[in-house]
C-alpha cells in the first residue's frame, strides 16, 4: 500500500433514499482527495443515485448488503463500523433518524451505526412537515443526548417546490464540519 493511503482518513459516507441523494457524489469529490471514503448505500437510495456512480468517483466498492458471502472471514458489518473514522449520513431521512434513535438495525448502514464508536454526524433532508414533525423532532433531541452529531437542514427549495425548512445544508459545510469532527474538535 502507498505512503499516500495509509495517511489518508477514513470516511464512511451512508446514503439514504432521499433527493438530496445526489448531494453526495459531491461531497465525495470534495472529500477524496485527502480522504478515503467507503459508501454504504441503503437499498431505497438506489432509487435516487446509482451504485455506480458512487463506486466510480469513491474508487471504493459500495456496500449495500447485510448478509453477504465473505472473501475472507470479515463480518461487513463490524469490519466496515471498525475501519470508519467517521461516518457522515447523507442525506439522512426521517427513517434512518427513527430507526437509530429507536436502536433498530435492520439494514446495512443502521447496523454499522450501531456498532460503530466513531463519531456519527447526520446531514438531514427533507419535506418541512417532516423535519417538524413531533416525532422526528423528539428522535433528533434523543440522538443528539447520546451523543450523535447533527448539521441542521437549512430553509430553501424543496423536492415538493415549495421553499421552507428541510433543504440539506451547503455541501461546503458539511465537508468543513466532517473535517473538523475528524480534527477531533468538539
Ligand atoms: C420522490 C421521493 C423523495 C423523497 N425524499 C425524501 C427526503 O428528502 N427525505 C426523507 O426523509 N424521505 C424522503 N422520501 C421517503 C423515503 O425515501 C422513505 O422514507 C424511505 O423509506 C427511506 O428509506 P431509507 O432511509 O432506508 O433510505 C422520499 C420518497 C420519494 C418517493
Known amino acids: 500500500m502507498d505512503r499516500e493511503k495509509i495517511m489518508k482518513r477514513k470516511i464512511l459516507l451512508g446514503v439514504c433514499g432521499g433527493i438530496a441523494a445526489y448531494k453526495s457524489a459531491e461531497v465525495i469529490e470534495r472529500l477524496k482527495k485527502k480522504n478515503e471514503i467507503k459508501v454504504v448505500m441503503t437499498p431505497n437510495s438506489a432509487h435516487f443515485i446509482t451504485p455506480l456512480t458512487l463506486q466510480t468517483l469513491s ?41 437509530v434513535s429507536s436502536g433498530i438495525a435492520d439494514d446495512l448502514l443502521s447496523t454499522i451505526i450501531m456498532a460503530t464508536t466513531s463519531p456519527v454526524i447526520f446531514a438531514p433532508a427533507m419535506n418541512k412537515n417532516m423535519w417538524k414533525n413531533a416525532i422526528l423532532q423528539e428522535n433528533v433531541k434523543k440522538l443528539k443526548r447520546a451523543g450523535y452529531h447533527f448539521i441542521e437542514p437549512v430553509t430553501g427549495l424543496l423536492a415538493s417546490g415549495e421553499k421552507g425548512i428541510g433543504h440539506l445544508a451547503p455541501v461546503e459545510k458539511i465537508v468543513k464540519e466532517v473535517k473538523r469532527r475528524l480534527n477531533g474538535k468538539k
Open 59 to 99: 474508487g471504493n466498492p459500495v456496500y449495500s448488503e447485510v448478509f453477504v458471502l465473505p472473501k475472507e472471514w470479515e463480518i461487513v458489518h463490524i469490519s466496515l463500523a471498525e475501519w470508519a473514522e467517521i461516518i457522515l449520513v447523507l442525506p439522512a431521512t426521517a427513517n434512518i433518524i427513527g430507526k
